[in-house]
T-cell receptor, first 113, second 110 residues
Framework: DGGITQSPKYLFRKEGQNVTLSCEQN?????MYWYRQDPGQGLRLIYY???????QKGDIAEGYSVSREKKESFPLTVTSAQKNPTAFYLC????????????FGSGTRLTVV | GIQVEQSPPDLILQEGANSTLRCNFS?????LQWFHQNPWGQLINLFY???GTKQNGRLSATTVATERYSLLYISSSQTTDSGVYFC????????????FGKGTHLIIQP
């Protein structure tokens, strides 16, 4: 079945460490997105990519980095510069520029210990 | 940017009841979607509905773009309908991201 796979489901990070969250899709979608969700809040956009080798900052990009070397993959790195990284991270994709019907992965819960 | 307000923030109903969830947005949109987030965090796309009315089983949605609001109707609620319902919008096609409301937390009691 087509879908989006995020890994790991749970991730623990020590202070000062960089960690990378994986997002892979087999839907042949052009656009991919990373969102952050804090308890009781809506989703906020971190980064997005509409095409391979290109990506744009979202509303809260500081302390995060991404790459888009393949159409299927859009990994997110949470760097030590992100002061409050504990959150639920969701990856999504959409098929094309004209119809943004999103499909989401199951998320990664990141906790700083 | 666009502001999205959802109401009510919390809703507790008995199984079998009907409910209406509202989404107001501050500017014209070309993309509006409703999502359901289950207790495990998975987001499911319910409707892509920038205008008009759609129905899918017990769920239906209506967007009145000229008045900048959308409604999600849930009929004959079941316990599996529990979770958080999000409205998300974009002024463009949505390829550069959606703006989400804070959601309506729905609890259906047996």
């Amino acid at each position: 079945d087509g879908g989006i796979t995020q890994s790991p489901k749970y991730l623990f990070r020590k202070e000062g460490q960089n960690v990378t969250l994986s997002c892979e899709q087999n839907l042949n979608h052009d656009a991919m997105y990373w969102y952050r969700q804090d308890p009781g809040q809506g989703l906020r956009l971190i980064y997005y990519s509409q095409i391979v080798n290109d990506f744009q900052k979202g509303d809260i990009a500081e302390g995060y980095s991404v790459s888009r070397e393949k159409k299927e993959s859009f990994p997110l790195t949470v760097t030590s510069a992100q002061k409050n990284p504990t959150a639920f991270y969701l990856c999504a994709s959409s098929p094309d520029r004209e119809w943004g019907g999103y499909t989401f992965g199951s998320g990664t819960r990141l906790t700083v210990v | 940017g666009i502001q999205v307000e959802q109401s009510p923030p919390d809703l507790i109903l008995q199984e079998g009841a009907n409910s209406t969830l509202r989404c107001n947005f501050s500017d014209s949109v070309n993309n509006l979607q409703w999502f359901h987030q289950n207790p495990w965090g998975q987001l499911i796309n319910l409707f892509y509905i920038p205008s008009g009315t759609k129905q899918n089983g017990r769920l239906s949605a209506t967007t009145v773009a000229t008045e900048r609001y959308s409604l999600l109707y849930i009929s004959s609620s079941q316990t599996t309908d529990s979770g958080v319902y999000f409205c998300a919008v974009a002024s463009g096609g949505g390829a550069d991201g959606l703006t989400f409301g804070k959601g309506t937390h729905l609890i259906i009691q047996p």
